[in-house]
């Protein structure tokens, strides 16, 4: 299976600091999409991202950004200046392969702890 | 209005019960989907349905079906409850390639 790996199982930081979650995955695919959601303790599925693999450029929103690396297989997430708001569990995320129509397949999630 | 809802939010029950939940989206998208989330907050794709066809069927016990009787709904029908069905159940639509659009989640607790 092509898998999407989250190795960092939970972060935990003081506010106001600035903190990377790491995705790596696999495909054979030329072209791709990969994702960021967020869950927060409310429990919804928050959408953040959506990169499709000819794009390399990294993204910046606000305090988040994402670098995507194709060398690495890497896709991976900062926020910069954290708030106590951003504590969540973030997923990256790639389409199962088969499909569009066959959902997505997720990492494990990281688990991020902003302290105050 | 709410793009993707889930009726109900919460689901408590016994074991051996059969019980439904309901999902609809307002957003006219072709696909829909059924995930599930385990405590350890792993999720699973479980099914997708396009224009009211069943598109994937992961390694999941058939007493789980998916029923959807138009295109904005895709409700999720469990039969004989188990312990292990414990969990939260997404329903999920799709416009196109890949983007998908979350609802509220169900947490469903069988005792």
């Known amino acids: 299976a092509q898998k999407v790996t989250q190795a960092q199982t939970e972060i935990s930081v003081v506010e106001k600091e600035d903190v990377t979650l790491d995705c790596v995955y696999e495909?054979?695919?030329?072209?791709?999409?990969l994702f960021w959601y967020k869950q927060p303790p409310s429990g919804e599925l928050v959408f953040l991202i959506r990169?499709?693999?000819?794009?390399?450029q990294n993204e910046i929103s606000g305090r988040y950004s994402w670098n995507f690396q194709k060398s690495t297989s890497s896709f991976n997430f900062t926020i910069t200046a954290s708030q106590v708001v951003d504590s969540a569990v973030y997923f990256c995320?790639?389409?199962?392969?088969?499909?569009?129509?066959?959902?997505?397949?997720f990492g494990k999630g990281t688990h991020l702890i902003i302290q105050p | 209005d709410t793009a993707v809802s889930q009726t109900p939010k919460y689901l408590v029950t016994q074991m051996g019960n059969d019980k439904s939940i309901k999902c609809e989206q307002n957003?006219?998208?072709?696909?829909m989907y059924w995930y599930k989330q385990d405590s350890k907050k792993f999720l699973k794709i479980m099914f997708s349905y396009n224009n009211k066809e069943l598109i994937i069927n992961e390694t999941v016990p058939n007493r789980f079906s998916p029923k959807s009787p138009d295109k904005a709904h895709l409700n999720l029908h469990i039969n004989s409850l188990e312990l292990g069905d414990s969990a939260v159940y997404f329903c999920?639509?799709?416009?196109?390639?890949?983007?998908?659009?979350f609802g509220p989640g169900t947490r469903l607790t069988v005792t």
């Open positions: 990169r499709n693999s000819f794009d390399e």
């Open positions: 957003l006219g998208h072709d696909t």
């Open positions: 495909t054979r695919d030329t072209t791709y999409y």
């Open positions: 995320a790639r389409p199962t392969p088969g499909g569009g129509a066959d959902g997505l397949t």
């Open positions: 999920a639509s799709s416009p196109s390639l890949y983007e998908q659009y």
